[in-house]
């Protein structure tokens, strides 16, 4: 599976943007996808994952209530909704597909997107 991050860019504080993971190659509705996100200076770390039907979906923390995992299984494409944007959320995030065991975990996702950088300030 090859996944394809788009959609990041320079947004004010309390703005919104929505970020696509496109996939292709084996058949993506078959997995489980994720995304993850890291700051300058920091680890990557967990935002959103999505179970592969999209009935359950998991968050951090720090998003829970601002953002939203969502996919489109006939266009094999997973979504995150980001809302209220804050400066701790600049980063680069990435998507990943077909997490073996927890959804948290970034060493138990076998495909990794290239990443799109989100940078909140004003």
């Known amino acids: 599976v090859q996944l394809q991050a788009s959609g990041g860019g320079l947004v004010q504080p309390g703005g919104s943007l929505t970020l696509s993971c496109a996939a292709s190659g084996r058949t993506f509705s078959n997995y489980a996808a994720g995304w993850f996100r890291q700051a300058p200076g920091k680890e990557r770390e967990f935002v959103a994952a999505i179970t592969w039907s999209g009935g359950s979906t998991y968050y951090a923390d720090s998003v829970k209530g601002r953002f939203t995992i969502s996919r489109d299984n006939a266009k094999n494409t997973v979504y995150l909704q980001m809302n209220s944007l804050k400066p701790e959320d600049t980063a680069v995030y990435y998507c990943?597909?077909?997490?073996?065991?927890?959804?948290?975990?970034?060493?138990?996702?076998?495909?990794w997107g290239q990443g799109t950088l989100v940078t909140v300030s004003s």
């Open positions: 990943a597909a077909n997490p073996i065991g927890s959804y948290y975990d970034i060493g138990n996702y076998d495909y």
